[in-house]
């Protein structure tokens, strides 16, 4: 097992962006960039011992500095929706971009995807606790400042990527603030586990361990109100193709709330590629997990040339929109507090 660092290049206002290649020898190999903290390439076997990448990547350093569509970045400061643009929080009303329709999404112009992230390398370290498995990996520092992109605190983050000898690729956030603030991370990896550009997803089989999602309007802003999966297109209660109901669905972007969600390392999702026969897991400490079949991807430049539901993503993550609903588990986090998260994707065959 090594992680191997080269230079990937400097983008147009002189930022440093490093790659990283983390390898097993289980025949898999992760690519990562710290531009945006993000996931660049996933190798894993097939069940016939080929690898292939089965995260889509755009195809240039330049394309990761815009990235419309969040290839593998880690999105923040808050993931997903919060409903027009603004939150209060302690009395206080908070500002935001709209940039989604009525919505903020993803942390707003330039969000967390869009920074470059000062690396740390993790080689040889072995899990306390477990059967002293070795991983390596590298992590990502990103310091927020007080009232960027409207929010408030200045917010020290750590994402780290760690990869072990039994084909798990896990992802660690940490998170500390000055001031009460909203935080909400995720990973915005885009999956085919037929490999990428291998076309397109409906015939993948998809389980989530979830029997509730959360209701949505016409702008993909949760309602509120939190709704059973059955007899409803949005059950995947029971491995699924994915295509067998996304016409009803109108495709799929949409938040589950997982089962029996207490924040420890819960099994989330479970993809099945028949042709391949890889598989992956997805176990994490997030309540939500949101399925979106890449709806947008047009085969332009800014979707790097694949066209709608070529990849899936199951970014996990705390609700959309949750300071506006109090029934959903909050986000606030206060001086003094740590925000953590841990998502595992597990790969095999059979």
Request: glycine share 10%.
């Amino acid at each position: 097992m090594n992680v191997h660092s080269e230079t990937w290049g400097n983008t147009s206002d002189g930022r440093s962006v490093m790659l990283y290649t983390l390898t097993n020898d289980n025949g898999m190999t992760v690519r990562l960039s710290s531009l945006g903290a993000a996931i660049i390439e996933v190798h894993v076997p097939d069940r016939d011992g080929n690898s292939e990448n089965v995260n889509l990547r755009a195809p240039n350093l330049e394309d990761y500095v815009d990235n419309p569509s969040g290839f593998g970045v880690v999105v923040g400061r808050y993931a997903n929706r919060i409903g027009n643009g603004r939150f209060m929080l302690d009395g206080k009303t908070y500002e935001l971009a709209v940039n989604n329709g009525p919505n903020h999404l993803h942390g707003g112009l330039r969000g967390f995807q869009h920074k470059a992230w000062t690396p740390i390398v993790i080689d040889g370290l072995q899990l306390p606790g477990q059967d002293q498995t070795e991983l390596v990996g590298v992590g990502f520092h990103y310091e927020s400042a007080d009232g960027e992109e409207g929010y408030p605190g200045k917010v020290s983050v750590l994402v780290s990527y760690t990869l072990h000898r039994d084909n798990r690729l896990t992802l660690s956030y940490q998170a500390e603030t000055d001031a009460p603030t909203v935080i909400n991370l995720t990973n915005h990896a885009y999956w085919n586990l037929g490999g990428a550009g291998s076309g397109d997803v409906l015939g993948h089989e998809l389980k989530i361990m979830a029997s509730r999602y959360l209701d949505f309007d016409r702008n993909v802003l949760p309602t509120g109100d939190i709704l059973p999966v059955g007899n409803s297109p949005f059950d995947f209660s029971l491995p699924t193709p994915i295509g067998q109901n996304i016409e009803q669905a109108g495709g799929y972007d949409l938040c589950y709330t997982i089962d029996d969600w207490d924040g420890t390392l819960r099994h989330a999702a479970t993809a099945r590629d028949p042709k391949s026969g890889r598989v992956m897991e997805v176990h994490t400490t997030e309540p939500g997990v949101q399925l979106y079949t890449a709806e947008h991807f047009d085969e332009s430049a800014g979707s790097a040339g694949y066209a709608a539901r070529h990849a899936f993503c199951l970014e996990c993550q705390h609700y959309p929109d949750s300071p506006h609903h109090e029934n959903f588990p909050s986000t606030v986090l206060r001086p003094g507090e740590q925000y953590t998260q841990i998502t595992e994707h597990r790969f095999r065959v059979d």
